[in-house]
């Protein structure tokens, strides 16, 4: 029998926040996904946890099995690699802003596959015999949609990512790589509803 794919539709800021920042759980409130349209407001009822997210450690198991200095090297080959190593970073900072501050080695979260796999077979997503995509005990595949635009370099680095989800951890990435005009309208709606 096929497990049911039940995505997670986030945006490349989210994404990245998730794989940034994964000691945001620290914070008392869950993080949550907006469900907003541009006919209305969004309201409490509208702002819930997500059930993958909001486990801490399906968030970390998702930066450990991130291997960023592979996606940077994916998308910015023309730097050398003392460069391309700046670019790795444990915050929303870059590390030489003049307001970053570097997180206490608890919150940083190197490429260590293995850590990523133990954090998600203790969050009931296993990997069956032969299977590729990880399932919980409901048959439900842990999978993750990221829409993104189509430039070559997004998706240069989400395939880079989709592939390093999947072989080293079992996790599904379904990109979508649509226009950025697209993309653009769906943002100035969703910021319309807000502000209306």
Known sequence: MKPRIRPLIV???MLLTVLLIAQAATVAA??????????????PATV?????LSDIRIRRALAYCTDRLALIRSVYSFLNATQQQALVTDTFLPNDHWAY??????????????MGRQLLAEAGWT???????????????????????NAQFR?????????QW????????????IPASTGLALRAGYFAAILN
């Open 48 to 52: 819930t946890p997500h059930p993958l």
């Open 127 to 149: 990997l069956a015999p032969g299977s590729t995509y990880r399932t919980n005990a409901a048959g439900d595949e842990l999978a993750l949609s990221l829409t993104t635009t």
């Open 11 to 13: 945006g490349t800021a």
């Open 155 to 163: 998706q240069t680095w989400a395939a880079m990512l989709e592939a």
């Open 101 to 114: 501050h570097a997180p206490p080695p608890e919150f940083t979260y190197p490429f260590d596959p293995a």
């Open 30 to 43: 869950p993080p949550a996904t907006v469900a907003a349209s541009p006919a209305a407001s969004p309201t």
């Open 166 to 177: 999947r072989d080293h951890c079992g996790i599904r990435l379904v990109r979508e790589h």
